[in-house]
């Protein structure tokens, strides 16, 4: 038997609880990004990897701290510049002079949080040592495969605005990430905010609380996957992906891995919000975080506006979104019909 076969959710509402009071610590560090640290956690609790894409100084690498932190998970940073060689990140097979034999040493991926930072500053081969840790959950050296801890998960930011010095992540390494998100710039208020409590900090070091330990966290992982889906949400998330793709502005629309990422993380942001079934309005929220970065606009498109985001704001516009119900056990039907009841 397995490690995650071993793991035994959570009851729902103290998974939603949890996951409630993880959300609270990390604001006591970031400010004014409820909503976006949401779908952060949504895809941690989905056991994926998310892509913190914005401009510097937005708190990327502060929430990614911050989260692991709250989650009671090992971190690690790596900072990915031009001469990131594989085995700074992966480690190393080291001569131990005193025994005469060759000692593995374990690079910055061997944790429970690695916080990738400015990923698109490191070359490709970098870049595909990463992608084999992230998919697979475990790193080749020398010709020997280790397995990295679980849980494990990546956080990594990238600046979308430099292109002095950088390697745009190809498509395929894209897709690993179930979710690309930014912050934004914060309003005035919160702006102020983060001033104030700077002020009153009198210190820049700033650390959360501890809401749970890493075994905890596969608890919960593990509630996640007893989410209902039931098959009309499931069919509207197919239906999403499909019209990407069939987009006139699309060269090509999201893989079949974007229908996954967006219902698997629709599920955790139902146990974040409180349920044991994914609706409609999760799948919608989550479309531009899981498809965006899934969508190639057509090049010659490029100088008229048109951008992924837009082409999945078309497609979320025209396709019609399933009716919801409740049915006799509280859990989401669609379209008027009653789904048998559950053991």
Same mark, same amino acid.
């Given at each position: ?152 998960? +990546? ?5 979308? *605005?430099?292109? @002095?010095?950088?390697?745009? %992540?190809?498509? $395929?390494? #894209? /897709? ?94 139902? +146990? ?5 079934? *994914?609706?409609? @309005?999760?799948?919608?929220? %989550?479309?531009? $975080?899981? #498809? /965006? ?51």
């Amino acid at each position: 038997m397995t490690q995650a076969d071993q793991t035994l959710p959570v009851d729902p509402r103290e998974a939603s609880a949890i996951a409630a009071r993880v959300l609270d610590a990390v604001e006591t560090a970031v400010v004014g990004k409820r909503e976006v640290l949401e779908s952060v956690l949504a895809g941690v609790l989905a056991g994926g990897h998310v892509l913190l894409e914005d401009l510097p100084g937005l708190g990327k690498t502060l929430a990614a701290r911050s989260l692991a932190q709250a989650l009671g998970l090992p971190f690690t940073r790596a900072q990915f510049t031009p001469d990131l060689l594989p085995a700074d990140l992966t480690g190393a097979e080291v001569f131990d002079q005193r025994t005469g034999d060759f000692v593995f040493r374990p690079g910055p991926v061997f944790t429970g949080l690695l916080l990738a930072d400015e990923i698109n500053r490191t070359p490709p081969k970098t870049q595909s040592a990463l992608l084999e840790a992230m998919q697979e959950r475990q790193v080749t050296v020398e010709g020997t495969t280790r397995p990295l801890p679980r849980p494990f998960h +990546v956080l990594a930011t990238a600046n979308p *605005v430099e292109h @002095e010095g950088t390697y745009p %992540l190809p498509e $395929a390494q #894209l /897709d690993r990430f179930l979710l690309r998100l930014s912050f934004g710039y914060p309003s005035a208020d919160e702006e102020w905010d983060v001033l104030a409590r700077r002020l009153e900090r009198r210190t820049e070091d700033q650390s959360v609380p501890r809401v749970i330990d890493a075994e905890q966290l596969l608890g919960v992982q593990a509630t996640v996957e007893s989410v209902h889906v039931s098959d009309d949400v499931g069919r509207y998330a197919v239906a999403l992906v499909g019209a990407t793709r069939r987009h006139a502005h699309a060269l090509v629309g999201s893989s079949p891995r974007g229908t996954l990422a967006l219902v698997i993380c629709a599920r955790a942001l139902a +146990v974040i919000r409180g349920r044991a079934f *994914v609706l409609p @309005e999760d799948v919608k929220d %989550l479309a531009h $975080a899981a #498809l /965006d970065h899934r969508v190639i606009v057509r090049p010659e498109l490029w100088l008229q506006s048109v951008t992924a985001a837009s082409i999945v704001d078309a497609v979320l516009a025209e396709t019609p979104v399933p009716a919801a119900h409740q049915d006799q056990d509280g859990r989401q039907g669609q379209d008027g019909r009653q789904e048998p009841p559950r053991a």
